[in-house]
């Protein structure tokens, strides 16, 4: 089931100051909608949403993803140092302390986004209808890669944008870690819905 958030584009989501209060009001809107109609899991879209975790979840009756970033705790637990762990993110630079403390994670140092004129982030961020999916495997690629040579330490990879989750096997391949995509993080979070 989908329930489509009216009122809320990706700047306010992504953007430097979210607007935390109108994003609770409207996701756990959306949310509980879901819910009432049978869902037995609600999950987000968007990575950016883990600041609103802890604030969304006790408010919808079923279980709460509000982004791929609750992964980090399961990697934690199951001893996976923070400063083994990286994240590939749509936009880096707006991926803040706030996300990881909303989700109640860690913020690992090894944090690598889409570069700013890139065909993918560009889709995103434009709400484009169209992909070039040579393009934006390249794209996904090239920042795999660098977070590859940036950070040696990392032995599992959490994709934090929901839309990296289709190139899973292309940041695999280039690094050669466990990759976590949100489908992970549901599987995990949510193991009655298999």
């Not at 989501?13 to 869902?39: F, L, Y």
């Not at 749509?90 to 090894?110: E, Q, S, Y």
Request: glycine content about 6%; some cysteine.
């Amino acid at each position: 089931m989908i329930e489509t958030m009216r009122g809320l584009g990706v700047a306010d989501i992504v953007g430097a100051q979210p607007k935390s209060q109108k994003i609770v009001e409207t996701v756990t809107h959306a949310a509980r909608i879901v819910a009432a109609r049978g869902a037995r899991c609600v999950v987000t879209s968007c990575g950016f949403l883990a600041q609103i975790q802890a604030q969304t979840a006790p408010q919808v009756s079923v279980p709460f993803i509000a982004s791929s970033l609750l992964s980090i705790e399961d990697l934690v637990a199951r001893g996976i140092r923070v400063d083994q762990i990286g994240v590939l993110t749509f936009n880096v630079d707006a991926l803040t302390r706030v996300h990881f403390d909303g989700a109640g994670v860690p913020m690992p140092i090894a944090r690598v986004g889409l570069p700013a004129h890139s065909h993918l982030r560009t889709c995103i961020e434009t709400d484009a209808t169209t992909l070039d999916l040579s393009k934006a495997d390249a794209d996904v690629r090239a920042m795999s890669e660098a977070l590859r040579l940036r950070f040696a330490s990392v032995r599992a990879v959490v994709l934090e944008c929901t839309n990296l989750a289709p190139y899973r096997a292309a940041v695999q391949a280039v690094c050669g870690w466990e990759v976590i995509d949100i489908c992970d993080t549901v599987r995990t979070r949510c193991p009655t819905l298999h």
